[in-house]
């Protein structure tokens, strides 16, 4: 289905993705590509939604399908802009006679300096798994930036930025989550997972690199989300600023798990789904992510108390 969308539509869809989910989209396929580079100004909308518009110099070594990060670092020294960093590592570079390799290398962007720079290597292992088995987005906690991997069980691969030093950090019933996104709540790197005939869980990583257990979805949205179904499998999740998001489709509704009021209280909540548009009733179909118009963000599921 998305690669039969015309191309103004989904130059239109990139304009509201942040820098790094952009950077990630166009090295998706050559279609979106080409029409990411073909809607210049819808696409730098992306950057001017997220703060500033900002057009990117090429990589000193150009690949396809990279791990990306972004870390805003403050205020700009010059101009009402902000400083901020790309990071990417992994990915497919180009190798002699014309074949393809996976690129050991990170390379890192500077706002303030305008050009990349290969910061170190990235080990050979770890730039298969962030090209080939790193769906979601990166996360920043703490100067580490982290992504989730799923070859065989989940893991994560942390980079910390002062030391440009990799790790690696276990995940908490690798082997048994059907689903797990990484997320950051105050301050501090956060799990979201599920595991088959069991309850949705929400870790937190403590100062011991221990996974502690933060949350669980209650009972009734448990029952009201899977729909009858023991697994997770299909499930996905969306973390947004004080919020964390569960769907499975179109129809049947999202769990939410959001802060109220001021004094870092949480709590869950059920959002219907959507079964018609202007009275007509809409094909339950799987989704790939949530879009979230501006307009729409003062919603009843992000909005929080007074």
Sequence with gaps: MWNRLPSDLLANIFSFLSPDSLARAKTACR???????????????????????WSLPMLKIARTNPAVGVVILGPAQHGPSLHFRVYVAGGMSEAPR????????????????????????????FAVR????????????????????????????????????????????????????????????????????????????DERHAWCLKEKM??????RILGGKASWATTKCVRGDGAICLYRD????????REVGERGRWEWFWVEGCCSIKGKRVQNLPIKGVLIHPNLAPSCAFSKQR
């Design 130 to 205: 962030l090209t080939v088995w790193t769906p979601n987005e990166s996360v920043y906690s703490k100067g580490v930036l982290y992504w989730m991997t799923s070859a065989r069980a989940y893991s994560i691969m942390g980079f910390e930025i002062r030391s440009n030093k990799w790790q690696e950090l276990s995940v908490h019933m690798a082997d048994k989550l059907e689903f797990a996104t990484l997320a950051q709540l105050n301050g501090r790197l956060t799990l979201v997972g599920g595991t088959s005939g069991g309850d949705a869980c929400v870790w937190e990583l």
């Design 98 to 125: 014309g074949a393809a390799t996976y690129e050991p290398t990170m390379e890192v962007y500077d706002s303030e300096d305008d050009e990349w720079r290969i910061v170190g290597p990235v080990p050979v292992e």
């Design 250 to 257: 179109l129809a049947s509704g999202m769990a939410v798990w």
């Design 218 to 223: 209650p009972v009734e949205l448990t029952r």
């Design 31 to 53: 279609y979106w590509r080409n029409c990411a580079n073909s809607y210049p100004l819808s696409t730098a909308a992306s950057m001017v939604r997220h703060h500033q518009a």
